[in-house]
């Protein structure tokens, strides 16, 4: 006697299929993440200059635009990283530095990735006409200066820090579009995404949590380092003086201090060195993630 058809189990018993294996790959990126020295250290200075940036100026509830010093006095007991050319206070001035670099640099990538992988996993999994349609459109924005395009667009709208995140989000977005693209339309032909077809799964939960998942381990590492990025790219904005004007922020130290860099080196310095060691710290995660999700140093 035959055994009547099952359909619901079935589809358990793919949908756990398909499920299962990413949480296995998930949970050993995890483990090689965390025997990777470098990639802590690096994760753990990024987690400090977070804590530095919300409960920093709550610590130290000073007005970095006041003058509390002389003009270019040295590192000192009144002023740890010295003062500027106003006399403010530089230590201050990098404590109230990390909130502003820090949201515009995370809001960014996150507006970025969004807009990035929006478009990549659209044209990547349906193809045709769609994709070809949105790759020129990639395309055009891709040949174009990220940097002088975002320069563009903050001189003629606004210098507010709405603004300069739209800017830079608008500007980068091709990268992260292009990388989407190419691991939906290598993921889309596997059998488990035919499985997931073949049980009447729609386009939309086939894209968001069946490819999706499987594409993330280069997206992850992409996004990881886009948020170094755009830590250099606002404080280039900034540099130049393109930001909101009442916003203290790294970028901003160094510019309006570079005249005087070789009578005060410390008012370019300590604020350099703070950009420095976020970018440095964040590929230092994206190395580790890397490492992490590469198949072949699993079984080390």
């Known amino acids: 006697m035959t055994q009547p058809n099952t359909p619901n189990s079935d589809q358990i018993f793919s949908s756990e299929e398909i499920t299962s294996e990413p949480d296995v790959k998930w949970r050993d990126t995890f483990h090689l993440f965390c025997a990777n020295r470098a990639a802590l250290l690096g994760l753990t200075f990024v987690c400090l200059f977070i804590l530095v940036g919300i409960f920093g100026p709550i610590v130290i509830p000073a007005d970095p635009f006041e003058m509390v010093a002389m003009p270019l006095m040295n590192p000192n007991g009144q002023t740890l990283f010295g003062s500027d050319y106003l006399g403010r206070d530089v230590f201050v001035g990098i404590i109230h530095g990390a909130r502003p670099t820090m949201i515009i640099a995370v809001t960014a990538t996150l507006v970025t990735v969004l807009i990035g992988i929006t478009?990549?996993?659209?044209?990547?999994?349906?193809?045709?006409?769609?994709?070809?349609?949105?790759?020129?459109?990639?395309e055009f924005f891709q040949v174009l200066p990220p940097l002088v395009f975002a320069m563009v667009i903050v001189?003629?709208?606004?210098?507010?820090?709405?603004?300069?995140?739209?800017?830079?989000?608008?500007?980068?977005?091709?990268?992260?579009?292009?990388?989407?693209?190419?691991?939906?339309?290598?993921?889309?032909?596997?059998?488990?995404?035919?499985?997931?077809?073949?049980?009447?799964?729609?386009?939309?939960?086939?894209?968001?949590?069946?490819?999706?998942?499987?594409?993330?381990?280069p997206l992850m590492i992409a996004i990881t380092l886009r948020v170094g990025i755009t830590v250099i790219y606002e404080a280039a904005l900034s540099f130049l003086g393109l930001t909101d004007p009442d916003v203290i922020t790294w970028g901003k130290m160094i510019g309006q201090s570079r005249d005087f860099f070789f009578e005060a080196w410390w008012t370019v310095t300590f604020p350099g060195v703070a950009i420095l060691l976020v970018v440095l710290c964040i590929a230092l995660i994206g190395d580790g993630l890397n490492d992490a999700f590469n198949p072949k140093l699993r079984g080390r």
């Open 119 to 138: 478009i990549g996993a659209i044209a990547g999994f349906y193809g045709g006409m769609v994709d070809n349609v949105l790759m020129r459109i990639t």
């Open 155 to 217: 001189a003629v709208f606004s210098s507010h820090i709405v603004v300069v995140i739209l800017a830079i989000a608008i500007t980068t977005w091709p990268t992260e579009a292009r990388l989407t693209r190419a691991e939906f339309l290598k993921i889309k032909e596997n059998e488990y995404v035919t499985a997931s077809r073949a049980i009447g799964d729609r386009n939309f939960r086939i894209i968001t949590k069946i490819i999706l998942p499987n594409a993330m381990p």
